[in-house]
């Protein structure tokens, strides 16, 4: 299974921006979708975004327009740059890679507020 290790979380104003970065390793990269998952307290995880192995992209309406998933396969990661950032974003937010299994991250907290 691949071993995948979030970063670049943090507490950000409303109206800010990050990036998350998503190092993979153990596996094979480039062959595979890659996607971003959260999860706020209290609620239910739910899928952000996914880049497929030709980089077609698709995303929750949620953020569509605000966020952007992005791959580099030389350097086995995933990104997601989050602009415009709402309280309402504030989450712990996952990395998966959809391989023969999917793997998943340990999560980096978001915190979007004032």
């Known amino acids: 299974q691949v071993q995948l290790v979030e970063s670049g979380g943090g507490l950000v104003q409303p109206g800010g921006s990050l990036r998350l970065s998503c190092a993979a390793s153990?596996?094979?990269?480039?062959?595979?979708?890659m996607g971003w998952y959260r999860q706020a307290p209290g609620k239910q995880r739910e899928w952000v975004a996914t880049i497929t192995s030709r980089r077609t992209t698709n995303y929750a309406d949620s953020v569509k327009g605000r966020f952007t998933i992005s791959r580099d396969n030389a350097k086995t990661t995933s990104y997601l740059q989050m602009n415009n950032l709402k309280p309402e974003d504030t989450a712990v937010y996952y990395c998966?890679?959809?391989?023969?299994?999917?793997?998943w991250g340990q999560g980096t907290q978001v915190t979007v507020s004032s």
């Open positions: 153990g596996g094979v990269f480039s062959l595979y979708a």
């Open positions: 998966t890679h959809h391989g023969p299994q999917t793997s």
